[in-house]
């Protein structure tokens, strides 16, 4: 006759090894969806730029853009959302590198998955 230690000791290491195995497996589903699904960009492309100043240490610009793409394959089942966005990236004479995101939007598994704006 096993105490109840021992039973306790079986129940919670059964179930820590069947956690494993899911874990496991749900590793294993993922393998290789990052470069098999990549998400499709039609376009982006700049429309016009109306100006771009310097003023007091901040540089500001007044743009616009069109954006096209499919997010679709870049969901699977682990996957709830995705934040997207658009960087620009520009240089000055103070500093060689300057980067920016000019938008930014959270596509959730639920929501259109295709980008058109």
């Known amino acids: 006759m ?8 079986a129940v919670v290491f059964f179930g820590l090894t069947v956690l494993l195995g899911l874990s ?3 590793a294993i589903s993922k393998i290789g969806h990052s470069s098999r699904h990549q998400p499709v960009v039609k376009t982006l492309q700049l429309n016009t730029l109306r100006s771009l100043k310097s003023h007091g240490g901040v540089d500001r610009s007044l743009l616009s853009f069109d954006l096209e793409a499919d997010l679709t394959p870049a969901f ?3 996957i709830k959302q995705i934040f997207v966005y ?3 990236s520009y240089k000055t004479e103070d500093t060689p590198v ?3 995101v000019l938008w930014d939007k959270i596509i959730e598994a639920g ?3 295709i980008i058109n704006e």
């Open 2 to 9: 096993h105490t109840v230690w021992v039973r306790l000791n």
């Open 24 to 26: 496991c497996l749900a």
């Open 76 to 78: 699977h089942w682990n």
């Open 86 to 88: 658009v960087v620009a």
């Open 98 to 100: 300057n980067r920016i």
């Open 111 to 113: 929501d259109n998955k």
